[in-house]
């Protein structure tokens, strides 16, 4: 019943719906971005560089006379398994720790909150720039940088909603049926508390989206030949006056993917706890 009221609430929330298609749209494109690519996304051609939008050519060329919309497909493949992974790493570690946190409480809660305050004092992307730069840079390299700088927002979410769960009744007659702290804790209290953290997760899916570019743009991500969307735009950027399509077209992939994810969290973050609605 409760979950058949979820979904109705989902569904009757139009930002909800509206990004929950823009994010079916752009998954579909980075799963099946190698058939859906009219070219290569890495096939030269000299004689056609800096086409302006055509039928050929629906987004245009760049410099190398590759075809923008094939390599924004295949960078939306890029940009996604980036975001994944990374939201999936920052969330297991910021999950553990901060269940341990708000349960344990004392000692344990002392000493991963100084932590989190200590990443928390370094802009995210100055942080992830410089775990980067240690790392070298490369997919992999972007994927822990993010997943390292963004743990900090699920722990201490996940702490929150421990200190509420862990006063119930139900805790009480585990510990009183002789249950250990960790079979009380990860079997009971934590599958009540990880609601919240659906909704940080789609909410950090835009942010690990526009990190990933902003890095990339940089120089500090995904390395060519494979494209990524702030490579992209990176290139579109040193031929802005003589081809200004191709930092428009890299740039509202990003704006839209990132808007998609903003509106479905908004719609998750109602359908959990419609007491926030206004």
Avoid: C
Wanted: aromatic content about 8%; glycine content about 10%.
């Amino acid at each position: 019943m409760a979950s058949v009221k979820f979904w109705r609430s989902l569904l009757r929330h139009a930002g909800a719906v509206v990004g929950g298609a823009i994010v079916i749209v752009v998954v579909a494109i980075a799963l099946f971005a190698p058939i859906l690519a009219p070219y290569n996304f890495d096939q030269r051609n000299i004689r056609e560089r800096f086409q302006p939008p055509s039928r050929e050519h629906l987004l245009g060329t760049d410099n190398f006379g590759r075809d923008t919309l094939s390599r924004i497909f295949v960078g939306a493949r890029v940009s996604l398994q980036v975001a994944v992974l990374s939201v999936g790493m920052a969330a297991l570690i910021g999950v553990v720790l901060g269940a341990l946190a708000g349960y344990l409480g004392g000692l344990v809660d002392l000493i991963v909150m100084r932590v989190v305050d200590i990443f928390l004092a370094f802009p995210p992307i100055l942080l992830a720039l410089m775990l980067v730069a240690v790392l070298s840079p490369s997919a992999f390299s972007v994927t822990v940088a993010l997943g390292l700088v963004y743990w900090t927002a699920y722990a201490r979410v996940i702490r929150s909603s421990i200190l509420a769960w862990r006063q119930e009744e139900f805790v009480e007659a585990s510990r009183a049926l002789g249950a250990n702290w960790p079979r009380t804790l990860f079997r009971h209290v934590l599958p009540n508390a990880v609601g919240p953290m659906i909704v940080v997760a789609s909410v950090g899916m835009g942010s690990a989206v526009t990190a990933e570019a902003a890095l990339s743009f940089l120089g500090l991500g995904v390395q060519p030949p494979t494209p990524s969307w702030g490579s992209i735009l990176n290139t579109g950027l040193q031929f802005l006056r003589q081809a200004p399509y191709l930092s428009t077209f890299p740039g509202a992939a990003i704006m839209i993917t990132v808007l998609g994810f903003n509106l479905l969290g908004d719609g998750l973050r109602d359908a959990l706890d419609p007491r926030g609605t206004t």
